[in-house]
């Protein structure tokens, strides 16, 4: 008995025989002595070329945030460490938040990766019975310098923000290219 499938089988008639393909031939055809095949079997001397550019660009002098000044490895200074005026301020409390999220993220990852490592450590005796708390205890402090660094995000943060407030009424007089409001009339009847 033959299955449903089997039948619709049965019913396209019985299937001729598909003309199998030769295998290809293991060596490279050739067109007779002292001929390119490779030109040839592309119709000509057609070579498309393959390239990859990369362009970097690197500002060195000002930039997004205020005047910049070469990086700290080519032993500059921080930018707007000049503090000569508010955009100097902004971008020395930016630069200071920035690089402090950057190194509070790399100590807590080297903090967790510290601990991963020496809690695979066994004590003399050869157990890992107490190898978590060493290992905690010793990875505690890298935690309390990105708890530092976290700090420092913020106390930039801050630094700025008290900075305009106490410096506002200064900052409109001097601003360059604030718009200041004409001081309001005083509308009285008499």
Known sequence: MSTAADQGWDWAGPQTKQP??????????????????STNRTGGAFAPSLG???????????????????????????????????????????????????????????????EAVLRTIPDAS??????????????????????AEKNIQKYAALVYATFEREYESDLRKVGKGRHQPPPASRFGWR
């Open 20 to 37: 199998t393909i030769p295998p290809r031939p293991r060596t490279e055809p050739t067109n007779g002595p002292g001929v390119n095949n």
């Open 52 to 114: 990859l550019s990369v362009n970097k660009t690197t500002v060195v002098n000002g930039g997004p945030g205020g005047t910049r000044g070469p990086g700290r490895g080519a032993g500059g200074k921080v930018p707007g460490s000049d503090f000569m005026s508010n955009e100097d301020i902004r971008a020395f409390c930016e630069y200071l938040r920035k690089d402090s999220r950057n190194r509070a993220t790399e100590r807590a990852m080297d903090a967790d990766h510290l």
């Open 126 to 147: 050869g157990s890992l019975h107490g190898s978590r708390p060493r290992a905690r205890r010793v990875s505690r402090h890298l935690k309390k310098i990105a708890a």
